[in-house]
């Protein structure tokens, strides 16, 4: 069963940057879209960025400007990265990453998911 395996998690303060990083534990082919969401505690997942085939990039509103989303085409292992740069504490979320292999975007509709990486954000 392939895996996404999400890491670079942590406590950081307010202001603060991390990057989160997410590799498949084998190559999975024919994959279009990679993404991350984010579930807060007591709240549901929500969608916070992606990036398509044609290295296209999308955000969500609260994350624009501050999170940038990117991924390595030059290894096998479908790696994609979200750089997370002024964080705030409502920032604070376990971070999932996903992939699907449709080019037609549909977030319910996710093929992979990872276990997620818990993101602190201290005031």
């Known amino acids: 069963q392939v895996q996404l395996v999400e890491s670079g998690g942590g406590l950081v303060q307010a202001g603060g940057s991390l990057r989160l990083s997410c590799a498949a534990s084998?190559?999975?082919?024919?994959?279009?879209?990679m993404a991350w969401f984010r579930q807060a505690p007591g709240k549901e997942r929500e969608f916070v960025a992606r990036?398509?085939?044609?290295?296209?990039?999308?955000?969500a509103d609260s994350v624009k400007g501050r999170f940038t989303i990117s991924r390595d085409n030059t290894n096998t292992k479908n790696t994609v990265y979200l750089q997370m740069n002024s964080l705030k504490p409502e920032d604070t979320a376990v971070y999932y990453c996903?992939?699907?292999?449709?080019?037609?975007?549909?977030?319910?509709?996710?093929?992979?998911w990872g276990k997620g990486t818990l993101v602190t954000v201290s005031s």
């Open positions: 990036v398509n085939w044609s290295d296209s990039t999308y955000y």
């Open positions: 084998e190559r999975i082919f024919g994959i279009n879209t």
């Open positions: 996903a992939a699907r292999r449709s080019r037609i975007w549909n977030p319910n509709a996710m093929d992979y």
